[in-house]
Each structure stands twice: as structure tokens, then as C-alpha cells.
């Protein structure tokens, strides 16, 4: 297993455009993450999926974002009528539920520029 | 409400040398994670060093060292013998036990002078 992966790396759309990204998280990690990260800013939590169950989505998660975890594997993470403020790096994370937190496995991001 | 506020934009260090980031948080829990993760550009953040609030012992790992005060809610992170592969920003991060989410800093950015 080579970690979390995310594809694509970079999504440049047009305003208005739907986008989709992928997330594939460590085999055996059952939780999995997706947070937002903008120029000059810590990451901030969208939304938590334990198994395929969402457990939590942020309300910085418009109707215009849905994520998926079907079966429990990979997730996807679209945002519909992409707006200029969407522009940012989408996160991924996974981790075990099981044992004392030793933190989250982090993918790469996907950077995406609405233009 | 629960905040993270690392106040170094930017911190230089000469290469072999020590530098101290700055961390501090604001919670009425007492039982929580710390984290401080590194961030390579373009790539992805990468565990640094965790600390448990009910161990009084301060973590270490390698190069890596915190400085834990709970009671002043501040939590630094030491680098000893900076390399040049330091370099990156650098996110303090509180993660609440019994919940999923982290509250992340703002980030300190790290550079490594040869």
C-alpha cells in the first residue's frame, strides 16, 4: 500500500464547470477525511466518512459540494457551478479507528484553479 | 471556541543550527491530541511529532522535539541540526480525543539557509 492517492493532481476548470476529484485511502483505514486548504491557511474540515457512512459534512460544504465513499473504499469529492472562491487545495486524509489517534495519513491534494 | 494560533509567519534558520516554532491553542478540554505536521511544497503533509495532553513527558522524534505546557496551552516544536530538507511550512494542530477533526494553525514557514 502506497498511502493515500489522489487524482488528479491539478484540475484547472472554467467557472461554472462541474469537477470531480478522487480520493484512495490506506487499505485498512475505515475513516476518511476531506478538508480544504487555502493560500496562507491551515487546512479546514469539510467532511468525515466512517466506512461509507458521512458522518459529518462542515458548513463550509455548500449544496454545491457532495462527497461519496461507496462500499467503503475511495471516495469522491464534486463540486457543481464551480465558483472562483472553490479555488484551493482539496485534501484527503485517512486513519484507523482502532487504537490510540496516531493521526492522519495525508494525501497529496488535488489543487484546483476556477478561472 | 477552539483555536490554533501559531503568530511566526516565517522563520530562517541557519543549516545545522536550532530553531524553535512557536504554537499556541485555545480549549476548555482536557484531554486532546497535539500534532505539528510538515508540509513540503507541493507535496503532502507529513507527520512530525504527536503529543498526548494527559503526558507531562514532551515528545520526541529524532531532530524533533516539543516543548508541551499545558497549563499555558503552548506547544513548540524544536528542530536540532537543521537540514535543508526542513524546509517547508510547518501547521501546529489540535485534535480533540474522541473526535475526527483537527483544528489546524495558520502555518509557519521554514527556511533552511546553506
Known amino acids: 500500500d502506497t498511502g493515500v492517492s489522489q487524482d488528479p493532481r491539478h484540475k484547472i476548470t472554467k467557472r461554472g464547470q462541474n469537477v470531480t476529484f478522487r480520493c484512495d485511502p490506506i487499505s485498512e483505514h475505515n475513516r476518511l477525511y476531506w478538508y480544504r486548504q487555502t493560500l496562507g491557511q491551515g487546512p479546514e474540515f469539510l467532511t468525515y466518512?466512517?466506512?461509507?457512512?458521512?458522518?459529518?459534512k462542515s458548513r463550509l460544504l455548500s449544496d454545491r459540494f457532495s462527497a461519496e465513499r461507496p462500499k467503503g473504499s475511495f471516495s469522491t469529492l464534486e463540486i457543481q457551478r464551480t465558483e472562483q472562491g472553490d479555488s484551493a487545495m482539496y485534501l484527503c486524509?485517512?486513519?484507523?479507528?482502532?487504537?490510540?489517534?496516531?493521526?492522519?495519513?495525508f494525501g497529496s491534494g488535488t489543487r484546483l484553479t476556477v478561472v | 471556541a477552539q483555536t490554533v494560533t501559531q503568530s511566526q509567519p516565517e522563520m530562517s534558520v541557519q543549516e545545522a543550527e536550532t530553531v524553535t516554532l512557536s504554537c499556541t491553542y485555545d480549549t476548555s478540554e482536557s484531554d486532546y491530541y497535539l500534532f505539528w505536521y510538515k508540509q513540503p511544497p507541493s507535496r503532502q503533509m507529513i507527520l512530525v511529532i504527536r503529543q498526548e495532553a494527559y503526558k507531562q513527558q514532551n515528545a520526541t522524534e529524532n531532530r524533533f522535539s516539543v516543548n508541551f505546557q499545558k497549563a499555558a496551552k503552548s506547544f513548540s516544536l524544536k528542530i536540532s541540526d537543521s537540514q535543508l530538507g526542513d524546509a517547508a511550512m510547518y501547521f501546529c494542530a489540535y485534535f480533540p480525543r474522541g473526535t475526527y477533526k483537527y483544528i489546524f494553525g495558520t502555518g509557519t514557514r521554514l527556511k533552511v539557509l546553506a
Open positions: 486524509a485517512s486513519s484507523s479507528g482502532t487504537g490510540s489517534f496516531m493521526g492522519y495519513t
Open positions: 466518512f466512517q466506512n461509507e457512512a458521512q458522518l459529518e
